[in-house]
């Protein structure tokens, strides 16, 4: 299991969203202080590098929340819902 750190567009007012992954399964971590929780775990943080390895996580998981709503309106939104478990 790991957190997706994914920066977002310049214009986004939020900067970075948090994905949680497993390989199978993936979520949007909605509160960094949740976020803390997962790092206290031990739950190891990967950055994407670029859209390429955003897009590959998400294609390769079923999304299991609700899109992030930073996405939302944007090509981020429909291939997750696309991905919807």
Do not use: Y
Request: a positive charge; glycine letters at 8%.
């Amino acid at each position: 299991m790991f957190r997706l750190f994914v920066t977002n567009a310049p214009a986004s007012p939020t900067k970075v969203t948090v994905l949680l992954c497993d390989g199978t399964q993936l979520s949007h971590v909605k509160d960094g202080h949740f976020d803390q929780v997962l790092a206290a775990a031990g739950v190891g943080r990967v950055d994407a590098v670029n859209a390429n390895q955003t897009r590959g996580t998400i294609v390769s998981c079923k999304t299991t929340t609700a899109c992030p709503p930073e996405w939302v309106g944007t090509t981020w939104e429909t291939l997750w819902n696309g991905q919807r478990a």
